[in-house]
């Protein structure tokens, strides 16, 4: 009874840290198991003093039979469970996991047009979001933003969503009570970041999340509701009315116990209540109540189950022997916003790897509908190299780039940056000659608009010149600034009075600070206390902290700035102003 309780003990506390599925399918489960078993035999072992007596060694031998039988049978089972579903015996099942169907690239990418698509990748998102929150006085020292976002469509303009994460431990005990108060909502096109105040617009705090501890720790809060089912990493999403909630698909392993993984279903948990409700696959592709959902099938998941496909459509031993028609999904992979929807591409290329693609593939991820795309090709990888070369000189870096149709022509798009994680231009690479480049840069071209369409303009030339495209119309291709820099500036939010709604893009951010004195015009000389920087318009803005106050110029306008260290002494020319933030005409260096 005494080793009972100690196990009892111990198990719970067990439980609460690795929080096993009570399922069959779960190695977890076993491995939990198993520890009961030690931890039961261990205090026995103890309580009966076997290592004091010899007869009660002899007794406690005797009670371990039941014990090492029950720890046998389950070795036996997971052994047995991971030989019915190992590939070399299971080899078309795994391959059926994903069902494929032939694209049409024209009709289907006819509608993306290059100036909606992402210009930050998820890291540069990040970035500009955790610049925003430092500038928002309330929220300051208390949270930092997650490392972990999900790519949405939120008003059919592809954005991140990142929730906050307590700055320390000393700082979730200090705010754990109301939940964090906001996410950051990061518009992927016009580069707008927004701080959305939960407590102000729901009412209350984000109060079950990975940030939290104990009871309210996300996967814990889960568990709990649901202590049989297998699940995945929750993604954090909004709905149209940007309301936060979790997102978490339900696998399944449908090949042997613990092969061929797959999602069954997803659960839906609101953010700030903690209420979860489940939701069968089949639901959550069809119901239109839920089309705000943008993931449920993981991007790993996606080309795992993809590389299966490729690998194993022709039995085992093809794909390591004779690798007939044996393909994979190129390295890395990115995302498209089309039919409201994200989609997973990447390009598929030979088990060998080569620098070429002979096609590439869209899933999506909410549905699995995966369509393919016969287009040889380069790389993707090879493709950010050439763009990255075309700039050396300037030392910007190219993200991975978005697959586009330049009238017909499949185009990787590409955002390059320089070393302060801000836009400085952008790049065209063909598909199918990766020597064809067109690049437009900020620093020349002065507005985001125009490098855009210096971009394009020069890839649409250099397609001409190298023959891979002699048709090519810029009419059908070039798109009016006055229309880019509408997109640009439109805001996605609907409560635009709210105060902790603000974007990176907008100098004029009063709203979050309090008011002084107008700045007399004229010149003001002081050492420099600060710097911050953001993007406005895709254009680097630097902001330098002098008496107090933040003065702020494009780099277009000035590339002096760009020399400016803290502690400089600085002249900067301002027409005058109100508030916190100032706009200078020019700042030198004294």
């Not at 491995?31 to 007869?55: G, Q």
């Not at 694209?103 to 990040?126: C, H, M, T, W």
């Not at 009075?497 to 907008?506: I, V």
Request: charged share 20%; hydrophobic share 35%.
């Amino acid at each position: 009874l005494i080793s009972f309780l100690i196990t009892a003990v111990v198990g719970g506390i067990a439980y609460y840290m690795m929080l096993p599925a009570l399922n069959f399918k779960d190695t977890q489960m076993y491995l939990f198991l198993i520890l009961l078993v030690v931890v039961f035999m261990l205090s026995f072992a103890l309580v009966c003093r076997a290592n004091k007596k010899i007869e009660r060694k002899e007794y406690v031998k005797k009670k371990s039979l039941i014990p090492l039988i029950i720890v046998g049978v389950l070795v036996v089972v997971m052994a047995v469970g991971y030989l019915t579903g190992v590939t070399l015996f299971r080899a078309k099942s795994y391959s059926e996991l994903l069902s494929i169907s032939d694209g049409n690239f024209e009709s289907d990418f006819k509608d993306i047009s290059y100036d909606k698509v992402p210009r930050l990748d998820a890291s540069r998102a990040i970035a500009l979001a955790d610049q925003q929150l430092g500038s928002l006085e309330q929220y300051k020292s208390q949270y930092v933003v997650s490392d972990n976002s999900t790519q949405i469509n939120y008003k059919n303009t592809p954005c991140r969503v990142a929730y906050l994460q307590y700055a320390d431990f000393f700082k979730w005990m200090n705010n754990t009570k109301n939940g964090t108060p906001a996410y950051m909502l990061i518009d992927l096109v016009s580069q707008k970041v927004t701080a959305v105040n939960c407590v102000d617009k729901f009412g209350e705090g984000i109060k079950y999340s990975p940030a939290e501890l104990f009871n309210e720790k996300l996967i814990r809060h889960l568990r709990f509701q649901y202590p049989t089912e297998l699940l995945d990493t929750p993604n954090f999403e909004i709905d149209d009315n940007m309301h936060p909630y979790w997102i978490t698909a339900v696998l399944d392993k449908t090949i042997g116990l613990y092969g061929g993984t797959d999602v069954k279903g997803a659960i839906i948990t609101d953010a700030l209540t903690g209420e979860s409700k489940y939701y069968d696959i089949e639901t959550v592709k069809n119901d239109k109540n839920l089309n705000w959902i943008d993931v449920v099938y993981s991007e790993s998941l996606l080309i795992e189950q993809y590389n299966y496909h490729g690998k194993l459509q022709n039995g085992f031993w093809n794909s390591i022997i004779f690798q007939n028609d044996v393909n994979i999904a190129s390295t890395g992979s990115g995302n498209i916003a089309m039919d409201d929807d994200v989609w997973v591409f990447t390009g598929v290329t030979s088990a060998e790897t080569d620098t070429s693609n002979f096609g590439f593939i869209l899933i999506n991820q909410r549905t699995k509908e995966a369509r393919y795309y016969k287009s040889p090709g380069t790389t993707e990888l090879s493709a950010q190299e050439s763009a990255t070369d075309a700039v050396q000189n300037y030392g910007y870096q190219a993200t991975f780039p978005i697959l586009l149709g330049i009238d017909g022509n499949p185009t990787y798009f590409m955002s390059l940056y320089g070393d302060s994680n801000t836009v400085k231009g952008y790049a065209f690479v063909s598909l199918k000659d990766k020597t064809v480049v067109g690049t437009g840069l900020l620093d020349t071209a002065k507005s985001d608009a125009k490098a855009l369409n210096n971009a394009i303009e020069n890839y649409i030339d250099a397609l001409k010149e190298k023959g891979v495209a002699d048709n090519v119309d810029k009419s059908n291709v070039i798109v009016d600034e006055s229309k880019i820099n509408e997109s640009n500036n439109s805001d996605i939010t609907d409560d635009k009075n709210n105060n902790n709604t603000n974007d990176t893009n907008n100098t004029d951010t009063e709203t979050t600070t309090k008011p002084s004195k107008e700045t007399a015009k004229g010149t003001i000389t002081g050492k420099v206390e600060d710097i911050k920087t953001s993007v406005n318009d895709g254009n680097s803005v630097y902001y330098l902290k002098v008496d107090g106050k933040y003065y702020y110029i494009n780099v277009g306008d000035c590339m002096e700035v760009m020399l400016v260290n803290k502690g400089d002494t600085v002249e900067i020319t301002t027409d005058g102003g109100k508030g916190t933030f100032i706009k200078a005409k020019n700042i030198t260096v004294k």
